[in-house]
């Protein structure tokens, strides 16, 4: 399996300012297959970015995704209040795995 | 739009199994691919095992072979995902989720296990 491991685990910041989320994998992930979602207490994830890189319908362009091989990046450039929430990416290039998630909280 | 419905919260006994329904419509479901992935409280999310509805192919992870069935009924467009010999470490809320491009893009509202004496 391909191991995925995020950091930090927790990021505490204000919003308006720039968050800046990791994913690295313990293998090449083959075509870039690396999705990330958000979740919220309460609810089910919600996807954000597919292959690394593309935006899912109806999520706003601050939210953006890059990397390739065993490093990904999720940004999102200016935080909103609804954006503080537990982020977690997933590959698909093999049986799918999770990593383990970023808590982005309000400092 | 792809929805996906689940059945309702359910608490079981140790040893026991439990089987959870996950409803699709918005789409053709034999087109689907659906996954099940859960998440045991407070903690991350785990994929168990998807299935093709068109072709009956399952999969699964590792984790949980021999434990987890997962099939699909085309005549009600609606996805089971059956788990046995239940114990404590298996309370968690059960998503099913569409994964028919690879990555989870709709996700059913999530069904709470919960595995008590």
């Known amino acids: 399996d391909i191991v995925l491991t995020q950091s930090p685990g927790t990021l505490s910041l204000s919003p308006g300012e720039r968050a800046t989320l990791s994913c690295r994998a313990s293998?090449?992930?083959?075509?870039?297959?690396l999705a990330w979602y958000q979740q919220k207490p309460g609810q089910a994830p919600r996807l954000l970015i597919y292959?690394?890189?593309s935006r899912a319908t109806g999520i706003p362009d601050r939210f953006s995704g890059s990397g390739s091989g065993t490093d990904f990046t999720l940004t999102i450039s200016r935080l909103e209040p609804e954006d503080f929430a537990v982020y977690y990416c997933q590959q698909y290039s093999r049986s799918p795995t999770f990593g383990p998630g970023t808590r982005v909280d309000i400092k | 739009q792809v929805q996906l419905v689940q059945s309702g919260a359910e608490v079981r006994k140790p040893g026991s199994s439990v089987k959870v329904s996950c409803k699709a419509s918005?789409?053709?479901?034999?087109?689907?691919?659906l996954s099940w992935v859960r998440q045991a409280p407070g903690q991350g999310l785990e994929w168990m095992g998807g299935?093709?509805?068109?072709?009956?192919?399952?999969h699964h992870a590792q984790k949980f072979q021999g434990r987890v069935t997962i099939t699909a009924d085309e005549s009600t467009s609606t996805a089971y995902m059956e788990l046995s010999s239940l114990r404590s470490e298996d309370t968690a809320v059960y998503y099913c989720?569409?994964?028919?491009?690879?990555?989870?893009?709709?996700w059913g509202q999530g069904t709470l296990v919960t595995v008590s004496s």
């Open positions: 918005g789409g053709t479901f034999s087109s689907y691919g």
């Open positions: 989720a569409d994964d028919s491009r690879g990555y989870f893009d709709y």
């Open positions: 292959g690394a890189s």
């Open positions: 293998q090449s992930v083959a075509g870039s297959f």
């Open positions: 299935i093709i509805p068109i072709s009956g192919t399952s």
